[in-house]
């Protein structure tokens, strides 16, 4: 593969792109954010452009991967690095990179090709209130819902549907910021005064544990991997929002907190070769996550898709690789015409529960944080008495027992709100173990 075609990994954060830069040696990772990680790719070999480095400068103002690649810095770097094909890849499609690039010399002197899925479609996908319609099209199973203006909702109406509560969700958003839970009137009324004529999702309110899973859309099948727990956080501390995802917890059945996990596993497989199939029917073809519900009474529902790769790609992409020698990151770039693995293999293969923990922090306020403090990044060591630095690298496959890379936003760093502050990974911290050791560091990095 030493004459590959070159792909270059377009992101914000280096951290994004990591995983298949040993296995393909001709991807190049294309990066705004200049941190430690930034170094130890390249002292690794890794081909990397990071345009702050380049520049001498910190905190870009611009967080846009559209804008990244219109740089001139960076179209030189990728005609400097390639012939006549080039791949470009991002972390989610996005709608207009296509006359983005028609802007650039690169779509006049290199014949680009985007591995991701269609973004108009994708971006369909991302939309709570087209996903709905998906859903109950193809009967499958979701929380009792439907669609309406937000200014005609009346609390006593949708409360006698919905005793426990219920769920008021824009079509579109992230972190948690465009989603409500309801109870009580007065909560229904303030979201309305501001923003009466919008037409939102209305959910019943489902007690629930979140499992989560990445999948590939292939021309003729679907692989999935092993279900995982969805880390959420109600405290506040660690997100803004309520039930705001935090990260990942890869665990087997038998740590799961079901009466019958091994069932909720198995529905969970059924319903994504269900949603696989739909998505195969949409023209959908590449990475994508999905969310479920699973209820006290073991009932799984389909929650949502994130029609892009994950959170959890770039450290399940590891995992995978050290396990299985294989990744559903591999497949997707062979699905367009970029093979990091030498065959496709069974789609059982990526079902096997692996063993992890991922945890983040943002900002959980609402103006542009800074850095203060200077954090060592990289392997930590976790015994009875203290949590200490004991070498750099991001390696995840290669932590030992106790180990968790730790990686912060550098000193100085300008930090928009509900952007991420601190990430941890390990292959073997408990899931408590991780969420204190996150919030201990966050408080040293804002002082709060």
Known sequence: MKNATPIFFIVNDP?????????YPNLHIVCIDYNEIVDWLVNDGVK???????????????????DLLTRDEVVDYILTNSNDVVGLVFFKPMIGIEDALSRTVLSSKRQVKLLHPDSKLASKLENKIFFHELLEKHRIKHPRSFIKSLSSVSHDEVIGKFPNGYVIQFARGWFGNATYFITAKDELVSLQKDNRDRIVKISEYVPSTVLTNNIVVAKSQTYQTYPFLQITDQSGELSRYRGSTVGNHWVGA??????????????VRNLTEMLGEVLRSQGYSGFAGLDFLVSEEDEVFVQEINPRFTASAEMITQMEMARFGNSLQSLHFGLFGFNVSQKDPNPATFFEALSGVRVVAR???????????????GVYSLSSESFDHVRAGYDVASLADKEAIIYTASKNRRVNTDQEIIQLQSLTLTKDEALQQVKKIKKELTHS
Request: aromatic content about 8%; glycine content about 8%.
């Open 15 to 23: 951290l994004r792109a990591v995983g298949l830069e040993k296995k």
């Open 363 to 377: 900002n959980t306020g609402t103006e542009e944080l800074v850095i203060g403090t200077k954090f060592d990044n």
């Open 254 to 267: 038998d740590a799961m907190p079901f009466n019958n996990p091994l069932a909720v596993v198995e529905e």
């Open 48 to 66: 990397v452009f990071c345009l702050e480095k380049e520049l001498g400068t910190q905190n870009e103002m611009f967080r846009n991967t559209r």
